[in-house]
């Protein structure tokens, strides 16, 4: 495949566009020929279940050939109606259009053979309301007994002739012209190996099937496309990182033990798994890139600390960078715990540390005098310079673009890597945005920690559930209540944050409530939460800005108001905000509206407290573009995969990608090279990350 192929000429040049039309599917997003033929179909029409009067059933949908016996125009009520009878010899058919007889009156004479498809309902005898129809006597190019492709389009395009029947007219122009090669790039012995049809039969039959296995086929090998090469990504970035040298530790060190000695609980057994996962990496010559994937409360940060432990032992600075100066300010406490029992200097930048103080840190830094630096995106900023930096620490990590994450790595003689992430990730999605990872997960829960109880609350409970609250408040423990809106809106049926906060403050009378909203200024929020800290606030009411990054083991209770507007995910990073002490918690989930999706949403999250089961569920409810993290990395983009149901044609796209940069780290061999021109094309603004020359 070269670039002089005319499928990859700008799509004014196709036959049946031009100027004007161009620009119309431009401004949809197809700019070239190549785009417009990957433009696949919605869904699809089936006319080929093409059934007898007298063997159809109600409520399915068929195709009815028959001729027309009579038309007539009906009023019922003030609405005028057009109805067409059809007989094909085994039985009548009435079907029935409502207004626009104008035109559909000509449409139509007696003894014409038409097709009719639709769904079939009964009333005074059999009927379809609205038929899509062929005039069979009048044309041969009709759809009846075909599978008829279905394009997403707009009010405009439709109005410019840019309709299904459109976007299929082009698509033909394309596909019948011989001089619009579609090349494969997939090696021979790949497809023979996957049993894959080739690129220009798949094409053909995404757009124009014969039957539903050409869809089934088609679909699979498309989808294995975008799988392949975002696999392909993953096994070369990984490629990139494991020919990085870095230093090898293979002693423990007396930090680690110390630390260790100094716990006054127990580690989890999956904690001693990830620690002896991480000290494997440690030990390697080549750099650690880990992921540890853990619940809300599953001791993550206790694991970094002891990884840091290992990396300082032998004079190395460790640094750990967090999404937000909450979350950064509640870790340099924690952690300062730890490493001020064995003599560990810590400290903290973030941007509003005064910079007479910042100052000093950043000397202290650059002399080594600091040995664990805990920091926002301050951190990457071109004043701070290490001494020796052996390991960052990345919380949150989904947060931080790769641009950030580079930055701080560039800070250091290539360190160590350990991202973390409190939001379970089904595996499928996981494999895709972090397959350049080694993923560690906690997948169990500290000793002293009680399951968290989940209630669904409707209306006309929650009077009793406010009783309970002010009890957990009067013994001292503290309450969130989160609501999903800042402002009042009209047109969403919801409580906002702002009347809310009015109405629990004279609800809680006899209590401190406070308040934040993500559109207030740093200094008022930072402001509530130190008193929320501090126990001077006994009821914080929020809305999502307190999803991730607060850390309040006083408080037991979370009501979330309007939970049905919540993902699944979100919810669980909500409850998460509870449950971190060593009392019972309590989240109360307020369900304002039912409906069929919100009812099954919030039944899963109070049957189970697992965040992987919940993060499968969601995946499939919600689909990849609203998970967390996707949008950002820029590399799912298409309409054809579907991460909830794709977990076999992942795997054997991983496979065949790691397989192929393990024998061809930089694709030059001439069977990969056409699969390098289209990397290279697809993920060009990842190459400056990806060395493949």
């Not at 307020?590 to 407290?609: E, F, G, H, V, W």
């Amino acid at each position: 495949m070269t670039y002089s192929n005319p499928l990859y000429d700008d799509v004014t040049y196709l036959k049946g566009v031009g100027p004007k039309r161009a620009k119309q599917l431009k401004a949809y997003g197809i700019d070239t020929i190549y785009e417009l033929i990957n433009n696949i179909p919605r869904k699809y029409l089936d006319r080929t279940n093409i059934k007898k009067i007298s063997n159809t059933k109600i409520g399915e949908q068929a195709v009815i050939i028959g001729k027309v016996v009579s038309k007539n125009i009906k009023m019922i009520g003030k609405r005028r109606l057009f109805q067409v009878t059809i007989s094909d010899g085994t039985g009548e058919l009435q079907c029935i259009w409502f207004n626009g007889l104008s035109w559909i009156m000509e449409k139509f004479k007696i003894d014409d053979e038409i097709a009719v498809y639709g769904k079939l309902e009964f009333y005074n005898g059999l009927k379809i309301t609205h038929p899509d129809f062929d005039i069979l006597s009048q044309s041969e190019n009709h759809n009846t007994g075909q599978i008829i492709s279905q394009y997403s389009s707009t009010s405009e395009l439709k109005s410019k002739g840019l309709d299904s029947r459109g976007f299929r007219k082009l698509i033909k122009n394309i596909i019948l012209n011989d001089k619009y090669i579609i090349d494969d790039f997939l090696p021979s012995d790949l497809l023979s190996q996957e049993k894959l049809i080739s690129l220009d039969q798949a094409l053909n039959q995404i757009h124009f099937p014969k039957t539903n296995d050409d869809i089934k086929n088609a679909l699979y090998r498309l989808k294995f496309n975008e799988h392949f090469f975002i696999q392909l990504l993953m096994a070369l970035k990984r490629n990139n990182q494991k020919n990085n040298i870095g230093h090898s530790y293979q002693k423990r060190g007396q930090y680690l033990k110390n630390i260790y000695e100094s716990l006054n609980f127990q580690l989890t057994n999956a904690q001693i798994r990830v620690l002896r996962e991480i000290r494997a990496d440690l030990k390697s010559k080549e750099v650690m890139n880990r992921l540890i994937q853990g619940d809300v409360g599953s001791g993550k940060t206790i694991v970094a600390v002891l990884t840091a432990a290992i990396v300082m032992s032998e004079e190395k600075q460790v640094a750990l960078m967090a999404p937000t100066e909450i979350l950064a300010e509640q870790h340099y406490e924690s952690i300062k715990e730890y490493c001020e029992k064995v003599h560990i200097t810590c400290g903290l930048i973030t941007s509003n540390i005064p910079q007479k103080e910042k100052n000093i840190i950043l000397n202290e830094l650059k002399s080594g005098e600091i040995q664990f630096i805990i920091g926002t995106h301050s951190l990457i900023q071109e004043p701070v310079k290490f001494n020796d930096l052996g390991l960052i620490i990345i919380d949150e990590q989904h947060r931080f673009g790769v641009e950030h994450r580079k930055l701080l790595i560039e800070k250091g003689n290539s360190p160590q890597v350990l991202s973390m992430t409190a939001t379970p990730i089904p595996r499928t999605l996981s494999i895709t945005i972090h397959g350049d990872m080694d993923i560690s997960i906690i997948d169990e829960l500290p000793k002293n920690r009680l399951p968290i109880k989940t209630s669904l609350i409707y209306p006309d409970k929650i009077e009793s559930t406010y009783e309970f609250m002010k009890q957990e408040m009067i013994s001292g423990r503290q309450c969130f209540v989160v609501y999903p809106l800042i402002d009042e809106s009209e047109k969403l049926d919801l409580e906002a944050a702002k009347s809310g906060y009015e109405k629990l403050k004279l609800i809680f009378n006899d209590f401190k409530v406070g308040y934040i909203n993500g559109k207030m200024n740093k200094d008022e929020i930072d402001s509530q939460m130190i008193k929320m800290n501090n126990g001077e606030i006994n009821c914080l009411v929020a809305t999502t800005v307190i999803e991730v990054g607060i850390n309040i083991p006083n408080a037991t209770v979370i009501m979330v108001e309007n939970a049905e507007r919540f993902g699944m995910t979100q919810l669980h990073q909500l409850r998460g905000r509870i449950g971190r002490g060593s009392k019972q918690s309590y989240c109360f989930f307020i369900q304002r509206k039912k409906t069929p999706n919100a009812d099954k949403r919030l039944k899963i999250m109070t049957s189970t407290l697992d965040g992987f089961i919940i993060s499968d569920e969601d995946l499939k409810m919600r689909g990849p573009g609203d998970f967390f993290g996707t949008k950002q990395h820029g590399f799912i983009k298409s309409k054809v995969v579907d991460f909830s149901n794709d977990g076999p044609i992942i795997r054997r796209a991983r496979q065949q990608a790691f397989e192929m940069v393990i024998k061809d780290p930089k694709l030059n061999l001439n069977k990969n090279k056409k699969i390098k021109q289209v990397f290279k094309r697809k993920y060009h603004h990842m190459l400056e990350f990806i060395k493949i020359g």
